[in-house]
């Protein structure tokens, strides 16, 4: 049962231009979701996070949207950079419990 | 101090065969978190550690693994009799206590481990 859902596999862009990586969720008891970036050979590298009770957070140039009613955030990137080249996972996990939920990730590309 | 450190970083065995992983996570992380990955998935959670004790272990994780953090510093985790389906990337993950996002997970660079 895949409780945290990235339908897409890949995803190129422009440089300069923006990214919207998308995440889906089923368990309603998430309440706190985090975006992770990974290079090859590396382990993932925390990104940006937002709690349930916000619908957005900001830091830089990434953004992340959460629609609570539609089970579903995404992760904007703009402008996007050649360096943000890599397998982006989305990530859930409800209070109290330790148990972080990942999605299978989308690889980016973006294109110079 | 330089992040999460894992050893080895590569460990090919034979089925049958036990292996041990080491993690290091950073000094003043008392949460350490073990992962595995597949290719083409995310991070399963394996196990959670607070300090010395192991709070959660995830139902995937047959008798043949066992974890320990003995001192509350570095992990251990062990797979015992190893299988074909073992192989995998092994991540090790640590954090502090507190819901800041600064404080969440830092990874180490994964061991890679292949069953022949």
């Known amino acids: 049962d895949q409780q945290v859902k990235q339908n897409s596999p890949s995803l190129s862009v422009q440089e300069g231009r923006i990214s919207i990586l998308n995440c889906d969720y089923t368990n309603s008891m998430f309440d706190y979701f985090l975006w992770y970036k990974k290079y090859p050979a590396e382990g993932p590298t925390f990104l940006i996070s937002i709690s349930s009770i916000k619908d957005k957070n900001e830091d830089g140039r990434f953004t992340v949207f959460l629609n609570k009613s539609a089970k579903h955030l995404s992760l904007h990137i703009v402008p996007s950079q050649p360096g943000d080249s890599a397998v982006y996972f989305c990530a859930a996990r409800t209070s109290g419990t330790y148990k972080y939920i990942f999605g299978t990730g989308t690889r980016l590309k973006v294109l110079a | 101090d330089t992040g999460v450190s894992q050893d080895p970083r590569h460990k090919i065995t034979k089925r049958g065969q036990n292996v041990t992983f080491r993690c290091d996570p950073i000094?003043?992380?008392?949460?350490l978190y073990w992962y595995r990955q597949t290719l083409g998935q995310g991070p399963e959670f394996l196990t959670y550690f607070q300090n010395e004790a192991q709070l959660e272990k995830s139902r995937l994780l047959s008798d043949r693994f066992s974890a320990e953090r003995p001192k509350g510093s570095f992990s251990t985790l062990e797979i015992q009799r190893t299988e074909q389906g073992d192989s995998a990337m092994y991540l090790c993950?640590?954090?502090?206590?507190?819901?800041?996002?600064?404080?969440?997970?830092?990874f180490g660079p994964g061991t890679r481990l292949t069953v022949l």
């Open positions: 000094s003043e992380h008392n949460r």
């Open positions: 993950a640590s954090r502090t206590t507190g819901a800041h996002s600064y404080n969440e997970q830092f």
